[in-house]
């Protein structure tokens, strides 16, 4: 049924999904929009979509497409939620490769997606990812053996259309989970978004105490190797991105850097004591489930 999709933010993960459909052999059309003609022109040449119009075209053009993706940061998403409702009929499928879900399924439901008549609307997120983005960073095996969680909205039945997206989404290499959207953000807020957030701490936090000091600057360069690499890789994300999740996904982020402080202060308190071997074999307890 999917013979025209449409885009909307061809940056890294849109820029995949498109480099993704063609891999896997999907031979209709593939349009694109986005903030810059940069940006599109970048995906345009790499393959990722075969045309591309403004917002304002592509609002009209989203009326001819089978499947629009919305894989812009998470205000831009409910934006274009909010422009296309109106637009949009039956045999129409939007989604989305939000971070949060929460605010994503709530605005759904208000604005009547899935209801006789209207698009159907199938909230999503791809754990996949760089700490760059930008389309000329794409790749089509981005999601290969990732996980791609799925929000949809309790009672809904699945259409054809919907069925098909998943198809496409399994034939891009990744597993997939279905869960309940406060689930969603609140499993995320731990694995996701706090890492993100201490890695952005600690980068701020290194940066700030040894920037100034020339000599410092390079002793750290030269000392911090592998652990510290891959422990501030994530610093260098984009925050126009993180402002949103932040933004949309505020109390259970905080609650997760208040447990995190608390354990910090723990660690600190036990350097000298029993309790710090306790932590490292709950650490690594941790570490074996995860190999």
Known sequence: M??????????????????????????GEILGTGATEETLKIAQARGAIDAWHTAAAAERAAADCNVIVLAGPVLSILDWMQRLA???GEN???????????????LAAK???????KA?????????????????????TLFQN????????????????????????????????D????????????VSHLPQMLATALSALLEETFAADPVRREEIAAIGGRALRETTRLGASPYSMWRDIALSNTEPIAAALHALEQRLAHLRENLRT???????RLANKFRSRRD
């Open 146 to 177: 990732a996980m791609w969680l799925f929000t949809p909205a309790p009672g809904t039945t699945r259409s054809e259309l919907e069925t098909e997206w998943r198809a496409w989404v399994a034939k891009f290499g990744a597993r997939t989970m």
């Open 179 to 190: 869960l309940d959207p406060e689930r969603h953000d609140e499993i995320c807020a731990w």
């Open 86 to 88: 109106p637009m949009l």
């Open 120 to 140: 159907c609307f199938l909230p999503g997120h791809p754990m996949a990812g760089k700490e760059s983005g930008g389309a000329a960073l794409a790749e089509a």
């Open 274 to 280: 029993p309790e710090l071997k306790e932590e490292f």
């Open 111 to 117: 604005l009547g997606y899935n209801r006789p008549g």
């Open 2 to 27: 999917i013979r025209r999709a449409l885009i909307v933010g061809t940056g890294l993960i849109g820029g995949s999904i498109g480099l993704a459909l063609r891999a896997a052999g999907f031979e």
């Open 92 to 106: 129409q499928l939007v989604t989305d490769v939000g971070s949060t879900k929460v605010q994503i399924a709530e």
